[in-house]
């Protein structure tokens, strides 16, 4: 699964490279890779695949769960398409409390006393996806695990996730990206060197 997940993230272009012009993360990390999970969406065997993949996850992992949330908002289509499978109620999390009308956070499905599964679609230091799980959690949700398409396996995320009580599961990481990237000859050796030194400059 970890390798199947990195050939299509490499097949639809959602990882680019930039060793001499890093790109800033929401969390502020100046990185060399970035990943742009939302091109899956616009191919259709591509968003099946990954759609097919977190199903077959939740029923192995997780038969008991009751809704299906995804995060506002690349995490939106993929819980759309996860629910579909699993004909489960779906919802979703804001990034804040509407400003108007009945102020929700959380839209679509009663998650009041339900066995809840987060889908994501990218894993960087792990706090956004956190904060949502907060707030289902506060909406009186049982969150049974966040699962998202691809993590960059930073030490921050899994610090955060271990502090946090939430559990994480992805179905690719950047070390399977690289491993796969190597096989094919799209990343030059220089290019793999800069990506792993990156990973592991976070990790001191």
Excluded at 101 to 108: P, R
Aim: net charge negative; aromatic share 6%; charged share 25%.
């Amino acid at each position: 699964m970890e390798l199947r997940t990195a050939e299509i993230l490499l097949d639809v272009g959602a990882v680019e490279l930039s060793p001499e012009a890093p790109f800033t993360w929401a969390s502020g990390i100046e990185s060399p890779i970035y990943c742009d999970n939302r091109k899956i969406i616009g191919d259709i065997q591509a968003r099946n695949e990954i759609a097919d993949a977190f199903a077959s996850v939740i029923k192995e992992q997780m038969p008991e769960a009751e809704v299906i949330a995804g995060t506002s908002t690349a995490g939106i289509p993929h819980a759309a398409f996860v629910s579909e499978r699993l004909q489960l109620p779906m919802c979703y999390v804001r990034g804040s409390k509407k400003k108007h009308g009945k102020g929700n956070q959380i839209e679509g499905a009663d998650i009041s006393g339900k066995k809840v599964v987060l889908i994501e679609d990218l894993i960087s230091t792990g706090g956004s996806s956190i904060e949502a799980a907060e707030a289902l959690k506060e909406g009186g949700a049982e969150v049974l695990k966040v699962i998202g398409i691809f993590t960059y396996g930073l030490p921050q995320a899994a610090e955060a996730f271990s502090q946090s009580g939430f559990t994480l599961f992805t179905l690719s990481n950047l070390d399977a990206l690289v491993e796969v990237s190597a096989n094919r000859g799209t990343l030059s050796d220089g290019q793999q060197k800069t990506v792993m030194d990156f990973k592991t400059s976070l990790s001191k």
